[in-house]
């Protein structure tokens, strides 16, 4: 049988702190070369839309010790609206009864079959910040206290969990341009963790005396200062360009979870559009690596101790979540397989449909 979960079944049986454990593990199995990851790949389409454009992703990834492997697949419609001087990746509900369409397909590699069909909404913000929470369990020192978080969307919400997960917080200082916004969620949040999270009406005032500084954006431009980091801060973003060079240059450790070489875009010449797209990310992650290779190392080498970690309480270290993998999803979703089974939800259908006779 291939079992079908939504977002609501992933919710209820996927925790952080068990998150962050099968994606510490692995990240540990890549240093120990046992998984297998393929480039992300990003085809991009004109559509009757002029104000933005259609993007089709995958990423995929197998680990041997799980024997799984994984593929995620989106269809999307991307615009960049300026908001606050800033241009924003947004993705817009296209779909009938304005939805996304993202799903990931879990397959086993000893029986070949498709295990599960999961939607790809709550289960990607939690591997997204259950990676960032692995960065924090490694590098931050280990009485961080106090963080600041700017951001207060979707993935800023799961970002909030992962830190509170990987260190005993006190405070959460958050910050996002709009009042209402950080109001509703340091109110939301602070209820969820039972700590102190507070909306401050400054970015810098936020990351000012702050352990840990995350970002949980989707600004195409820095939303954090070099000028503003101190020493002992750990710092760590989701998107290249949030910090601007200065913070790159001052960080004394820089880990990449991934590769910035791990993604290809594809009919970009063709794209008939002054937008921007993820080869600006990419663009700038390469800059980066060239200005800064001495201090760039990947989150599974210094796991496996083939890289260097926090050296000095003084150090400020950066952690860059970059471009995912898919290992983050088969090691994710094999989690949620297997909890969801035990609990007994989604939706069972004949896996015969997903197989054939015929030679492929």
Partial sequence: MTLVLNDDDVAHVLKMEDCI???????????????????????????????????????????????????????????????????????????SGSRYVGLVFLYSV????????????????????????????????????????????WQAEAAAWALATARPLREIRVFSPNPEHRRDFASRVASSLNIDVSPVQDAQKAVESSDIVATATNSHGP????????????????????????AWEKSDLVIFSSPSSGYSAHNLENLKTSLPTNEDQRQTEERRNQLFQHKIHLL?????KKAPARSADSEITMMHKGWGLGIEFAAVGKLIYDRAREANIGKKIPGEWFTQTSHP
């Fill in 21 to 95: 454990n099968v994606l510490e593990a692995a990240f540990t199995d890549m240093g120990k070369g046992l998984v297998g990851n393929a480039p992300r790949r990003d085809t991009f389409l004109t559509t009757s839309r002029s104000d933005g454009y259609y993007s089709f992703k995958t990423i995929e990834g197998g680990l041997a010790n799980l024997g799984v492997m994984a593929q995620r697949i989106n269809s999307d419609l991307i615009t960049y609206p300026v908001i606050d001087g800033l241009s924003r990746r947004v993705k817009v509900p296209a779909a």
């Fill in 110 to 153: 000893e029986t070949l079959e498709l295990l599960a069909i999961i939607t790809d909404g709550h289960l990607q913000r939690m591997r997204v910040a259950g990676t960032t929470g692995v960065g924090v369990k490694h590098l931050a020192r280990g009485d961080a206290q106090r963080a600041a978080l700017i951001g207060t969307g």
């Fill in 223 to 246: 939303v954090v200062k070099g000028d503003w980091l101190e020493p002992g801060m750990h710092v760590t973003s989701i998107i290249a360009t949030e910090y601007d060079d200065s």
């Fill in 300 to 304: 599974s080498d210094l796991l496996v």
